[in-house]
């Protein structure tokens, strides 16, 4: 009996902890149910383009200083938000590339994939997300 | 449809969804250097005036199509400098094409020597990338890039190009070969180098941070010159470490004469806290004029290097550094042909530089 209390907390704790995650979301002609870690690091770093959804990715980011940028860079990149921000020093001034556009608010991520074909973005867990297809990630 | 981001939070200014964004960085530095020798920006009894200012525009006009430019402001000398301008089209992740002036793909630092929140030290190596003719400033022609493999573990990425290759160099060979003159200098001038072909081989290794870079470039219609060398990169949050070497061969414009350069440095930084860095190089430049077995001090140049670095965001810092130097390649009066002359000229230089480097 005692193992019910054990696992409700447990239960409790996943809970929280997923409170502050993110699910990557696609737009709804995509039909692709996932994508790996890597080829979703690779998308939003701009170093490839090409993806089951379509040749040319069009990722959106979140704020900058956001809670939910800092873990997607953390997961997804495996880099802290100051490398990653060296990163793209690096690509604008050498004139490879610049980075995805950032949109302050989960409600605009979601419009901007919404009105792109071959948008991808991430939006914090907790949010509904009509018109968009939701993908899990592999790791 | 505008989105000016609030310092210290986010980069650059974007229109329309991230198609047209505009981004700079700039500098400004004070410099004092020991025994009348000016080193950069460091001037004997020091100098308040260096600075710099640049602003970078990418517009993507289309999904594969890019338009992209640099333009900057020079204090020291008054001018104002179109860096690059060039049009891309990418025909896949493997080849993308550009062609206008284009910057150098050349080593860890080529293709963007000018921006300084990205090293460690103020100054990046004067061998490698300063006047001695090695890193262009520009290619006036074309070039491609891309992935050539692009795995978890590895990854190889390549950039070749071909056209005008411009750069910064003093030159002290032909006045070694003619002898020194009253009131003679060594101003800086920007080398022109045509048909030229180079390229770049980067590799990234599946030790995290860890690269291997192999650049070269030679011209085609004679062999007036040819570069080559390698680059590894260590860098983590915390450290960055480098080493590069390049190999230049050289013959003189006016007298013909055959030089071949050496110029490498090892420098290692490390963040103290998350906000002061601290960082050490040590630098050897040398040249060797076929033939010539005059004085050699405008030949050498070797120089240990401190900097401690205040950051108060990854795109703006504070940096205070130290050089010792010796030689005379890179640090000397302005009027060197005099100090030669009346044998005053002193083979070692102590420079101090203090200074703001800043980017968005």
Same mark, same amino acid.
């Given at each position: 009996m005692k193992i019910i209390p054990f696992l409700l907390?447990?239960?409790?704790?996943?809970?929280?902890?997923d409170e502050g995650g993110f699910k990557v979301v696609v737009n709804?002609?995509?039909?692709?149910?996932?994508i790996s870690r890597e080829d979703l690091s690779r998308l939003f770093l701009k170093k490839a383009a090409r993806w089951a959804c379509g040749d040319w990715m069009q990722a959106v980011d979140q704020a900058d200083d956001s809670d939910l940028r800092i873990r997607f860079t953390d997961e997804v990149h495996h880099k802290s938000l100051h490398a990653v921000k060296a990163y793209w020093l690096h690509q604008i001034f050498s004139?490879?590339?610049? /980075? /995805? /556009?950032?949109?302050?608010?989960?409600?605009?991520v979601l419009a901007f994939v919404r009105g792109h074909a071959a948008g991808i973005g991430y939006v914090s867990k907790g949010t509904p997300t009509p018109g968009v297809r939701v993908v899990d990630v592999r790791p | 449809m505008l989105a000016l981001a609030p310092a210290g939070?986010?980069?650059?200014?974007?229109?329309?969804?991230?198609?047209?964004s505009l981004n700079g #960085?700039?500098? @400004?530095?004070? =410099?004092?250097?020991?025994?009348?020798?000016?080193?950069?920006? %460091?001037?004997? =009894?020091?100098d308040f005036g260096s600075g710099s200012f640049a602003l970078a525009l990418h517009a993507q006009m289309l999904d594969r199509g890019t338009i992209a430019a640099q333009g900057r402001l020079n204090r020291d000398d008054g001018t104002a400098n179109l860096d690059?301008? +060039?049009?891309? @089209?990418?025909?896949?992740d493997a080849i993308h094409f550009r062609v206008g002036i284009v910057q150098h793909p050349f080593g860890i630092s080529g293709d963007v020597r000018d921006v300084g929140t990205l090293r460690p030290f103020f100054l990046l190596p004067s061998g490698v990338y300063g006047t001695s003719g090695i890193t262009g400033e520009a290619v006036d022609g074309g070039a491609i890039s891309g992935a050539i493999l692009d795995?978890?573990? @590895?990854?190889?990425?390549? *950039?070749?190009? #071909?056209?005008?290759? &411009?750069?910064?160099?003093? *030159?002290?060979?032909?006045?070694?070969?003619?002898? +020194?003159?009253? =009131? =003679?200098?060594?101003?800086?001038?920007? *080398?022109?180098?045509?048909?030229?072909?180079?390229?770049r081989l980067i590799a990234a290794t599946p030790v995290a941070g860890l690269s291997f870079r192999l650049s070269g470039y030679a011209t085609l219609r004679d062999t007036r010159a040819a570069v080559m060398g390698l680059s590894v990169q260590y860098a983590t949050d915390q450290l960055d470490l480098r080493a590069?070497? #390049?190999?230049?061969?050289?013959?003189?414009?006016?007298?013909? %004469?055959? %030089?071949?350069? &050496?110029?490498?440095?090892v420098e290692g930084s490390l963040y103290l806290t998350s906000q002061v860095q601290a960082g050490l190089r040590a630098e050897l430049y040398r040249a060797h004029l076929l033939g010539y077995g005059g004085p050699r001090p405008l030949l050498d140049h070797r120089e240990l290097a401190a900097t401690l670095n205040y950051w108060f965001a990854p795109g703006f810092v504070l940096k205070l550094s130290g050089h010792l130097i010796d030689g005379n390649r890179f640090a000397h009066p302005v009027a060197v042909d005099d100090a030669i002359l009346a044998g005053t000229l002193e083979r070692r230089t102590l420079a101090v530089i203090f200074g703001t480097q800043f980017s968005f």
């Open positions: 907390v447990l239960l409790a704790a996943v809970a929280l902890a709804s002609r995509c039909e692709q149910a996932s004139g490879q590339d610049v /980075p /995805p /556009p950032v949109k302050s608010t989960d409600e605009e | 939070k986010a980069l650059a200014v974007e229109l329309a969804d991230g198609k047209l #960085f700039g500098q @400004w530095a004070y =410099g004092n250097s020991s025994n009348k020798n000016v080193y950069e920006a %460091a001037t004997p =009894g020091g690059w301008a +060039f049009a891309e @089209w990418r025909f896949s795995e978890a573990s @590895w990854s190889l990425r390549y *950039d070749a190009y #071909f056209g005008s290759l &411009h750069l910064p160099s003093t *030159d002290p060979y032909d006045k070694l070969e003619t002898g +020194f003159r009253p =009131g =003679g200098t060594l101003v800086p001038v920007e *080398d022109e180098l045509d048909y030229v072909a180079g390229g590069e070497y #390049f190999l230049k061969s050289e013959r003189g414009q006016e007298t013909g %004469a055959l %030089a071949y350069e &050496h110029a490498g440095y």
